[in-house]
């Protein structure tokens, strides 16, 4: 007899290529337990879904010479060639934490150039009200009179709230500002930013990177209205009684306060605080002609300055540094165009001895093999199918 050929074939072919479809649930299953945040979708970067930026721990791709990496406390820091956008070194740059007001790096450059420095503007109640409890202020009152340049020097010098809302009003408001943050942010390439609060105030979901925080300030030195407030150390600022005082900028690195030294050729940009983020700074400094830019996000020792002293540590190894390493990755990885200046060199895949060993992650199976896998089966139950239903008969 001849009965229940074809059905048997065709439910050996469905078993085979179940067990495909079983054979790539552990790749899907295992794809997002990296500790790092992935590549963005649709990113034109080939290398990014490998670059060394996105594995854990520190990444640095050492020549002959070149001087050790510091050890630091930081959860998250990175070191830049601000002019080719080179990475030099980096420890979980991707790494999504809280910004606090280095945030304000981000908010500068989508507002300046909105806004004219000369343009006057009475303060009004509204544009005070909501202000985080606890938040660093400059001492804007409200009915007083201020020129819009008074303002920035109250966001850049003394992370002033205050003035990041009187701002984020005249530029449409607090949630417009914090949608169009989140538009630049991803112009610029930086997809680990979620912009909830202007001003870095804590917030639920608000979170930046060492990758991101670089970014912005390296767009920031581009900018000669942000470059000249990032750099300011001191100011006046409008009084409420129609005089003005002196307001002193906040990163000590820039103006050598609180018992930090100040260090040489540096061009400031932003700090910032609050309990959640710990201490966070970007900086920049130039030396020779040669600007660096760094990250560093939460030290986790030391004292309120040990954010100033893990910057002063990777800016001097830096400057010793360039020229004998390689790139670890780019600032423009992830932007539709470079920013102006000398082209990085291409980036190439991690050395043997800069491979980081695998932590928090299972080895993931490659996705395209666990495919062709299915493919195969399939198409090997259906030849059967074709065999059993048309070829020689079995007999029963």
Same mark, same amino acid.
């Given at each position: 007899?001849?009965?229940?050929?074809?059905?048997?074939?065709?439910?050996?072919?469905?078993?085979?290529?179940?067990?495909?479809?079983?054979?790539?649930?552990?790749?899907?299953?295992?794809?997002?337990?990296?500790?790092?945040?992935?590549?963005?979708?649709?990113?034109?970067?080939?290398?990014?879904?490998?670059?060394?930026?996105?594995?854990?721990?520190?990444?640095?791709?050492?020549?002959?010479?070149?001087?050790?990496?510091?050890?630091?406390?930081?959860?998250?820091?990175?070191?830049?060639?601000?002019?080719?956008?080179?990475?030099?070194?980096?420890?979980?740059?991707?790494?999504?934490?809280?910004?606090?007001?280095?945030?304000?790096?981000?908010?500068?450059?989508?507002?300046?150039?909105?806004?004219?420095?000369?343009?006057?503007?009475?303060?009004?109640?509204?544009?005070?009200?909501?202000?985080?409890?606890?938040?660093?202020?400059?001492?804007?009152?409200?009915?007083?009179?201020?020129?819009?340049?008074?303002?920035? &020097?109250?966001?850049? *010098?003394?992370? =002033?709230? @205050?003035? !990041?809302?009187?701002?984020?009003? %005249?530029? #449409?408001?607090?949630?417009?500002?914090?949608?169009?943050?989140?538009?630049?942010?991803?112009?610029?390439?930086?997809?680990?930013?979620?912009?909830?609060?202007?001003?870095?105030?804590?917030?639920?979901?608000?979170?930046?990177?060492?990758?991101?925080?670089?970014?912005?300030?390296?767009?920031?030195?581009?900018?000669?209205?942000?470059?000249?407030?990032?750099?300011?150390?001191?100011?006046?600022?409008?009084?409420?009684?129609?005089?003005?005082?002196?307001?002193? &900028?906040?990163?000590? *690195?820039?103006? =050598?306060? @609180?018992? !930090?030294?100040?260090?040489?050729? %540096?061009? #400031?940009?932003?700090?910032?605080?609050?309990?959640?983020?710990?201490?966070?700074?970007?900086?920049?400094?130039?030396?020779?002609?040669?600007?660096?830019?760094?990250?560093?996000?939460?030290?986790?020792?030391?004292?309120?300055?040990?954010?100033?002293?893990?910057?002063?540590?990777?800016?001097?190894?830096?400057?010793?540094?360039?020229?004998?390493?390689?790139?670890?990755?780019?600032?423009?990885?992830?932007?539709?165009?470079?920013?102006?200046?000398?082209?990085?060199?291409?980036?190439?895949?991690?050395?043997?001895?800069?491979?980081?060993?695998?932590?928090?992650?299972?080895?993931?199976?490659?996705?395209?093999?666990?495919?062709?896998?299915?493919?195969?089966?399939?198409?090997?139950?259906?030849?059967?199918?074709?065999?059993?239903?048309?070829?020689?008969?079995?007999?029963?």
């Amino acid at each position: 007899m001849t009965i229940g050929f074809a059905s048997r074939a065709a439910v050996f072919t469905c078993a085979l290529c179940t067990a495909g479809l079983l054979a790539l649930a552990p790749a899907a299953a295992t794809a997002g337990t990296r500790p790092n945040p992935a590549p963005p979708a649709g990113s034109k970067s080939r290398a990014a879904p490998d670059s060394l930026l996105y594995r854990s721990g520190t990444q640095v791709r050492p020549r002959a010479g070149a001087p050790e990496v510091p050890e630091l406390s930081a959860r998250s820091w990175l070191v830049a060639d601000a002019d080719s956008g080179e990475v030099l070194a980096a420890h979980d740059a991707h790494r999504r934490l809280p910004p606090a007001s280095t945030l304000k790096t981000l908010f500068a450059l989508t507002v300046l150039p909105v806004l004219p420095d000369g343009l006057r503007h009475t303060v009004s109640e509204e544009e005070l009200a909501d202000i985080g409890p606890g938040s660093s202020l400059v001492g804007v009152a409200e009915d007083r009179t201020y020129r819009i340049s008074d303002l920035w &020097n109250g966001v850049f *010098l003394r992370s =002033g709230n @205050d003035a !990041v809302h009187v701002l984020a009003s %005249l530029n #449409g408001g607090w949630r417009t500002t914090a949608e169009q943050m989140q538009e630049k942010a991803r112009a610029l390439g930086a997809h680990d930013t979620w912009v909830k609060s202007p001003d870095g105030y804590d917030a639920p979901g608000q979170v930046s990177s060492a990758f991101d925080l670089a970014v912005f300030g390296r767009a920031g030195l581009h900018s000669p209205d942000f470059a000249r407030y990032c750099s300011r150390a001191e100011a006046l600022f409008p009084g409420r009684d129609g005089g003005s005082y002196g307001i002193l &900028n906040t990163n000590r *690195l820039l103006t =050598g306060a @609180d018992g !930090v030294d100040r260090y040489p050729g %540096l061009v #400031g940009i932003k700090n910032g605080y609050t309990s959640n983020a710990g201490s966070t700074l970007v900086t920049a400094a130039r030396r020779d002609g040669h600007t660096l830019v760094v990250t560093v996000l939460n030290p986790r020792s030391g004292g309120g300055h040990t954010v100033y002293e893990e910057a002063r540590a990777l800016l001097d190894w830096g400057f010793e540094a360039s020229g004998r390493v390689d790139p670890v990755g780019s600032l423009d990885a992830l932007r539709a165009t470079s920013l102006p200046g000398p082209r990085g060199r291409p980036m190439a895949g991690p050395t043997p001895a800069s491979a980081p060993e695998a932590r928090d992650a299972e080895p993931e199976r490659p996705v395209a093999w666990t495919v062709t896998c299915v493919v195969l089966l399939g198409t090997a139950g259906v030849a059967l199918f074709l065999r059993l239903r048309w070829g020689p008969a079995v007999q029963g």
